[in-house]
């Protein structure tokens, strides 16, 4: 029995060891994928999209922006993307943008 228990708590802390070096790995690509949508040329992206795909792109923004905070303080990449996010909502038709800028209010 005491075998077992030693056996059953030897998997538990694999399992939580594992399960941690995932989460930093999954992180990491997160960050890295917020890193590389900070240095995407938005200007020249919106240029020929359509309001639904800008909005989608605003949206998709916000929610790397709220991701940022639970990854800890970047403050240099939470302003790329503020910058986006005003570049974006600049192209946004004036009566959408009453709708929905208290939701992009950082």
């Known amino acids: 029995h ?3 228990q030693e ?3 030897w998997y538990q802390r694999r399992v939580r060891g594992f399960q941690s070096k ?3 790995a999954n ?4 960050l890295l ?3 590389q949508l900070c240095e995407a040329d938005i200007y020249s992206w919106k240029a ?3 309001e639904v795909e800008i909005v989608d792109m605003l949206l998709w923004i916000r929610d790397r922006y709220d991701a940022l905070g639970r990854l800890g ?3 240099e990449l939470q302003e790329h993307l503020r910058h986006h996010l ?4 600049e192209v946004v038709p004036t009566d959408m943008q009453a709708t929905i800028r208290p939701a992009f209010t950082l």
């Not at 992180?27 to 997160?30: A, I, M």
């Not at 005003?86 to 909502?89: D, E, F, G, K, R």
């Open 27 to 30: 992180q990491r690509l997160e």
């Open 73 to 75: 303080t970047h403050c």
């Open 86 to 89: 005003v570049s974006l909502m």
């Open 22 to 24: 995932r989460t930093e």
């Open 2 to 4: 005491c075998e077992l």
């Open 7 to 9: 056996h059953k708590q």
């Open 33 to 35: 994928h917020i890193e």
């Open 48 to 50: 020929d999209k359509h």
